[in-house]
């Protein structure tokens, strides 16, 4: 992996995969590979967020208002 710069293209982790160098070897050509990537990212993004929040609803409101707490004292 080469330097990381915010010149990047959008939508890609500069640790994650990369367009020009897939997994199995074999490209997709053209832009295919760039979007392939950038929407593997979006729906793992997007699956994290939905546990985080079904994780979330599971807290009772005692635990959140701790937890406010907590961060108004740590940050």
């Keep these: ?13 500069p640790f994650g995969s990369c367009p020009q160098n897939p997994k199995d070897g074999k490209l997709l050509g053209g832009n295919v590979d ?3 990537v950038v929407t ?5 993004l997007s699956s994290r967020l939905n546990r985080a929040e079904n994780r979330l609803k599971r807290v009772s409101p005692s635990k959140a208002k701790l937890a406010k707490e907590l961060a ?3 940050l």
């Design 34 to 36: 760039y979007d392939h």
């Design 1 to 13: 992996m080469g330097r990381f710069t915010s010149s990047g293209p959008t939508g890609l982790d």
């Design 72 to 74: 108004f004292f740590f």
């Design 40 to 44: 593997e990212r979006i729906q793992s």
